[in-house]
């Protein structure tokens, strides 16, 4: 897919999704792209459930509520979103525009680049054994593409979070066989999936092993089996034709540092009046960012998202003169969000 916009947004985290919202009240469109299947950042991924005290004029606001709520605000500005898609490469262009490049082979053609990746790109944590990186996306997987690929197998899972625990619960009816392994008897998945899970157990449907892996094994260039070292130091052998493991995800700069923009404490060094960084045209908002002062805090992105808009908007439209209207009382603005006047 070949896309040209203004704007290519790289992250939907709270700061992405604002940015969609100042650039819209500018009358600037953007596309957002984020490597996670889900908009929210760091909010929906590590702490979804948790109620966040500090966001102006809202007392207490859930982590997840805080992401419906700015969908539903950006809502009017029709940004085009792009999951589960990994920017990876970023070049400027001879003609001063950028192309970008996704992990899912979109390209964009764009006048200004937004970087709100916050503390990089989301990475399923690795097995990480001797001898199992062959195997990857083969027959070890930190996903389910498709459930019916595994019906049929002997199957071992790792982890003990919701993934682990909804996977095994969906995946053991169909297997050939299926070893739930975590390092302790506690599981932070939801109680009722582990008292499912353990209903199983007890009726034979599946095995749980206490341990942590020590090493795969392979015939003849295919996965045959993983032992497992438990509690007690003992080691455990489970034949194995497919393996998944759900260690949950952590972020990566990734590409970002490939690009040639000045980096610093694994940040993008921006200025303070359009947060933007080394590269003219290429901004950077939230997290992501390092400056004199900076606080990793969801209003201080917003804040940056507000004033890189009106930098974005002289960037593209350099002749065009700028002047600070108000929600409140702008007719034009008023038209872009679809209110009456
Ligand atoms: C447990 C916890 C509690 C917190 N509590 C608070 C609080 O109370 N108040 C507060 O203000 N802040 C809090 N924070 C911090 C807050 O969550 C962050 O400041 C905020 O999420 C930063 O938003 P962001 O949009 O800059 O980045 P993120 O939320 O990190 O989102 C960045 C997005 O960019 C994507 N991305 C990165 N690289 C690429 C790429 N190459 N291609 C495609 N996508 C990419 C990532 O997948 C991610 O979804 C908390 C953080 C944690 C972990």
């Not at 262009?93 to 970008?100: A, H, I, V, Y």
């Not at 919701?162 to 095994?168: G, I, K």
């Amino acid at each position: 897919m070949s896309v040209v916009t203004d704007v290519v947004i790289v992250g939907a985290g709270p700061c992405g999704l604002f940015q969609v919202f100042e650039l819209g009240l500018l009358g600037i469109s953007a596309h957002v792209v984020d490597s996670l299947p889900r908009v929210g950042g760091q909010c929906a991924e590590l702490y979804p459930d948790k109620p966040i005290y500090d966001i102006p004029a809202l007392p207490v606001c859930g982590a997840q509520e805080l992401i419906d709520r700015l969908m539903q605000q950006i809502h009017p500005f029709g940004a085009v979103f792009h999951l589960g898609e990994q920017v990876t490469e970023l070049a400027r262009q001879d003609n001063g525009r950028f192309t970008l490049k996704t992990s899912a082979g979109t390209v964009f053609d764009a006048g200004a680049v937004v970087l709100a990746a916050g503390l990089g790109s989301f990475q399923p944590r690795r097995l990480g054994v001797p001898g199992s990186e062959p195997f990857e996306n083969v027959s070890l997987h930190y996903k389910v593409q498709s459930a019916a690929a595994f019906a049929g197998k002997r199957l071992v899972i790792f982890g003990g979070g919701d993934s682990a625990l909804d996977w095994t619960l969906a995946l053991a009816p169909a297997a050939a066989s299926l070893t739930l392994v975590h390092r302790r008897g506690e599981f932070r998945a939801a109680a009722a999936s582990v008292a499912r899970m353990r209903a199983l157990e007890s009726a034979g449907k599946l095995r749980f092993v206490e341990g942590i892996a020590d090493s795969v094994q392979s015939r003849d260039g295919l996965l045959t089996g993983v032992t497992v070292r438990r509690t007690g130091g003992e080691r455990l052998s489970l034949e194995a034709e497919q393996v998944l493991v759900f260690f949950g995800l952590h972020p990566k700069l990734g590409p970002i540092a490939e690009w040639q923009l000045v980096i610093e404490k694994k940040a993008l060094r921006v200025d303070t009046e359009k947060f933007q960084t080394s590269t003219p045209g290429i901004f950077a908002i939230g997290d992501i960012n390092i400056y004199p002062g900076k606080k990793k805090l969801i209003l201080s992105g917003f804040h940056e998202a507000a004033l890189a808009a009106f930098a974005i908007q002289h960037h593209l439209y350099p002749d065009k003169k700028q002047f600070l209207q108000y929600t409140t009382t702008s007719p034009i603005m008023h038209r872009r969000l679809g209110v009456p006047d």
